[in-house]
């Protein structure tokens, strides 16, 4: 294929357990690193397209990912930032070194220089009565449950287990982003974000941060605001 040359890192010939077919590795052509599509497995992507009688397959780690970008001059865009785009929405990005061991919003604020308070993070929430729902809080509190129960109309609300994460919104812990989940879930955030011109939360990768006016983004997303916090405890 145009479009893809084998990598002497990667372009190694693997067999398949699945298929017990042979493989091959490839990394994109510097330039159309855009043009990959991903799916989220752990802390890798996985791209996968069929080519007539070879199925090509790349992993690439996030942090290789921001290599790659810096090598070939693009820019990579994720799903969330896609869809302020197309929806005519300004945002600016903000990248930094994340920590597979400390994968916490106050990290991620501490790296991009901008106060706790301003990180929101996202959350996913199971109500008894309505299911799935979806809590964007600063990075600095903790989602009072029983608040949050209260404003979405259940009497019980428990957070989803990590390993629900990828399946019920296409990403995974340290880069969830209430932009583009898989799914569209009743959204909240706490009523503080509207006190700030901007505020930032996960582009939908580890180690990318999209800011933007909250307004903008409590539009976009049809959030409710709502008082859903309390005190980190130690």
Do not use: M, N
């Given at each position: 294929s145009s479009d893809l040359i084998r990598s002497t890192a990667y372009g190694r010939s693997l067999m398949s357990t699945a298929t017990m077919k042979p493989i091959t590795l490839f990394l994109p052509e510097?330039?159309?690193?855009?043009?990959?599509?991903?799916?989220?497995?752990?802390?890798?992507?996985?791209?996968?397209?069929?080519?007539?009688?070879?199925?090509t397959a790349v992993f690439v780690s996030e942090r290789n990912v921001r290599n790659l970008k810096k090598v070939s001059g693009d820019t990579v865009k994720t799903n969330a930032m896609r869809q302020l785009e197309v929806a005519g929405i300004s945002y600016r990005t903000a990248s930094y070194e994340y920590d597979e061991n400390n994968l916490s919003g106050?990290?991620?604020?501490?790296?991009?220089?901008?106060?706790?308070?301003?990180?929101?993070?996202?959350?996913?929430?199971?109500?008894?009565?309505?299911?799935?729902?979806?809590?964007?809080?600063?990075v600095d509190m903790e989602l009072d449950l029983k608040k949050a129960a209260a404003v979405s109309g259940n009497k019980k609300l428990e957070m989803t287990h990590v390993k629900e994460l990828l399946g019920l919104t296409g990403y995974i812990r340290g880069g969830c982003s209430p932009i583009g989940m898989k799914k569209k879930y009743p959204t909240f955030i706490d009523e503080t974000a509207i006190l700030f011109d901007e505020i930032a939360v996960s582009a939908g990768m580890r180690g990318e941060q999209i800011i933007l006016n909250p307004e903008d983004l409590i539009r976009f997303v049809e959030a409710k605001e709502a008082d859903v916090t309390k005190e980190m405890q130690d």
């Open positions: 510097p330039g159309r690193i855009t043009d990959l599509y991903y799916w989220t497995i752990d802390s890798l992507r996985l791209w996968r397209r069929s080519v007539p009688k070879v199925w106050l990290h991620a604020a501490e790296q991009v220089g901008i106060p706790a308070e301003q990180v929101f993070k996202t959350l996913v929430t199971r109500g008894d009565k309505t299911g799935i729902l979806v809590f964007c809080i600063p």
